[in-house]
């Protein structure tokens, strides 16, 4: 059909060309339901239908196309969703880990204890300075022990965060004690520039908490005047 027909069937039939119009409209916003609506149900078998029809072909593929990009966005952001709730959980399970992983423990009135086992990363001091911190403060601790009797090792940076750790202690008026530490780690230690130089390192537990009773006990010696 050429454009010459094409002109002489719109001029030829106005109410089918306004319809037409409003079919264009509809398609061009999205509303693509409503504009096929306005197809009539028996198409005409003329020249004007067969444009008719070719209109309605084109307007379904590009609801079907519309429709199918539409549940392509939605599958998209339900992915996305997905992803983000795994994150969220990965990481609460990640604290509850490190929780795990550095339990405190009240092992005498106002003495705690932090047992670590396996590998002192940066995050893990971190986590522990920050926890360590809140218990002291919550309890009132005058010390705490910090065993590394179960680690593997800690490079110079996790080494200058227990350093930090047994700073950030004191300043809450908490006096802490490194326990089981490894020749591998004492080295690592000894090799950092600000190393405290009242540092206090026992060899295990045991010694370390022996060691926090013998100060409160001379502490409390000390503060109880003497009798005549």
Same mark, same amino acid.
């Given at each position: 059909?050429?454009?010459?027909?094409?002109?002489?069937?719109?001029?030829?039939?106005?109410?089918?060309?306004?319809?037409?119009?409003?079919?264009?409209?509809?398609?061009?916003?999205?509303?693509?339901?409503?504009?096929?609506?306005?197809?009539?149900?028996?198409?005409?078998?003329?020249?004007?239908?067969?444009?008719?029809?070719? *209109?309605? &072909?084109?307007?379904?593929? +590009?609801?079907?196309?519309?429709?199918? %990009?539409? $549940? =392509?966005?939605?599958?998209? !952001?339900?992915?996305?969703?997905?992803?983000?709730?795994?994150?969220?959980?990965?990481?609460?399970?990640?604290?509850?880990?490190?929780?795990?992983?550095?339990?405190?423990?009240?092992?005498?009135?106002?003495?705690?204890?932090?047992?670590?086992?396996?590998?002192?990363?940066?995050?893990?001091? *971190?986590? &522990?300075?920050?926890?360590? +911190?809140?218990?002291?403060?919550?309890? %009132?601790? $005058? =010390?705490?022990?910090?065993? !590394?009797?179960?680690?593997?090792?800690?490079?110079?940076?996790?080494?200058?965060?227990?350093?930090?750790?047994?700073?950030?202690?004191?300043?809450?008026?908490?006096?802490?004690?490194?326990?089981?530490?490894?020749?591998?780690?004492?080295?690592?230690?000894?090799?950092?520039?600000?190393?405290?130089?009242?540092?206090?390192?026992?060899?295990?537990?045991?010694?370390?908490?022996?060691?926090?009773?013998?100060?409160?006990?001379?502490?409390?010696?000390?503060?109880?005047?003497?009798?005549?």
């Amino acid at each position: 059909m050429s454009s010459g027909e094409v002109e002489g069937l719109l001029t030829a039939e106005p109410e089918r060309f306004h319809r037409l119009m409003a079919v264009v409209g509809l398609a061009s916003v999205g509303e693509f339901a409503a504009a096929l609506a306005h197809f009539a149900a028996d198409a005409q078998e003329d020249n004007f239908g067969l444009l008719e029809e070719g *209109l309605r &072909v084109f307007i379904t593929e +590009l609801k079907a196309s519309h429709e199918e %990009r539409e $549940r =392509a966005h939605a599958a998209l !952001l339900q992915a996305n969703q997905d992803i983000e709730q795994k994150l969220a959980l990965i990481e609460s399970q990640r604290h509850e880990i490190h929780q795990l992983s550095a339990p405190i423990l009240d092992v005498w009135d106002g003495v705690l204890a932090v047992p670590l086992v396996g590998t002192l990363d940066h995050l893990r001091a *971190l986590a &522990v300075t920050d926890a360590l +911190l809140q218990r002291v403060v919550a309890t %009132r601790s $005058r =010390a705490a022990l910090v065993d !590394l009797t179960g680690v593997d090792g800690v490079d110079a940076e996790t080494a200058d965060h227990l350093i930090q750790l047994v700073r950030a202690v004191k300043l809450v008026g908490c006096r802490a004690v490194i326990t089981g530490v490894s020749p591998g780690v004492a080295r690592t230690l000894a090799d950092l520039e600000h190393s405290p130089r009242d540092l206090q390192c026992l060899p295990n537990l045991r010694e370390g908490l022996r060691h926090c009773l013998l100060a409160r006990s001379a502490g409390s010696s000390a503060a109880t005047p003497n009798r005549p």
